[in-house]
T-cell receptor, first 114, second 118 residues
Framework: AQSVTQPDIHITVSEGASLELRCNYS??????LFWYVQSPGQGLQLLLK??????LVQGIKGFEAEFKRSQSSFNLRKPSVHWSDAAEYFC????????????FGQGTTLQVKP | GAVVSQHPSRVICKSGTSVKIECRSL??????MFWYRQFPKQSLMLMAT?????????EQGVEKDKFLINHASLTLSTLTVTSAHPEDSSFYIC??????????????FGPGTRLTVL
């Protein structure tokens, strides 16, 4: 079955430190890859997406992600975390050829220490 | 930016009653909307795909007679939980996919509806 795995349920980093959130997906041809952030009381917000082309994609709020086909990974990174980045982060994959039907990972809760 | 609203944001109902949740795209048209369910501290699970003017398609294991979906216009989809039971208590989230233009195929999510069935 197609699946998306976020190995880290909870991550704590200090403000100003770098961040990497991991995402792996089961094998699939030409997956469409997404990272979303969920804050309490707000809808999921798209941080970035990868469809094709350059495997390093830039998103909003200083986030970037790198697609590595050989590792079936799409890890999210940020060089310097701000306290406002504390939230729930979801990796999502569309295995069905850009139909919009997303399979989500379990989510990673990011806590930022002052 | 594109905004998706859901109403109500929170609902408490008695077991056996039906509850309707609305999902609206406020500033764009959405041929396709999606309904997800999120359990506490867990991921989102796709329930169904709602297509304007046609029947919804349901994911495996989702009862179509329990979760009625109507997509009456390009800006509105409704999810009705019929004869709700406590196990239907959950956080229901909709998303809407932009139909055309430069942001075509981008999906925007609503803030969610918390359903509690007593």
């Amino acid at each position: 079955a197609q699946s998306v795995t976020q190995p880290d349920i909870h991550i704590t980093v200090s403000e100003g430190a770098s961040l990497e959130l991991r995402c792996n997906y089961s094998y699939g041809a030409t997956p469409y890859l997404f990272w979303y952030v969920q804050s309490p009381g707000q809808g999921l917000q798209l941080l970035l997406k990868y469809f094709s082309g350059d495997t390093l994609v830039q998103g909003i709020k200083g986030f970037e992600a790198e697609f590595k086909r050989s590792q079936s990974s799409f890890n999210l990174r940020k060089p310097s975390v701000h306290w406002s980045d504390a939230a729930e982060y979801f990796c999502a994959v569309d295995f069905s050829g850009n139909t919009g039907k997303l399979i989500f990972g379990q989510g990673t809760t990011l806590q930022v220490k002052p | 930016g594109a905004v998706v609203s859901q109403h109500p944001s929170r609902v408490i109902c008695k077991s056996g009653t039906s509850v309707k949740i609305e999902c609206r795209s406020l500033d764009f048209q959405a041929t396709t909307m999606f309904w997800y369910r999120q359990f506490p501290k867990q991921s989102l699970m796709l329930m169904a795909t709602s297509n304007e003017g046609s029947k919804a398609t349901y994911e495996q294991g989702v009862e179509k007679d329990k979760f009625l979906i109507n997509h009456a216009s390009l800006t509105l989809s409704t999810l009705t939980v019929t004869s709700a039971h406590p196990e239907d208590s959950s956080f229901y989230i909709c998303s809407a996919r932009i139909s055309g233009g430069v942001r075509a195929d981008t999906q925007y999510f609503g803030p969610g509806t918390r359903l509690t069935v007593l």
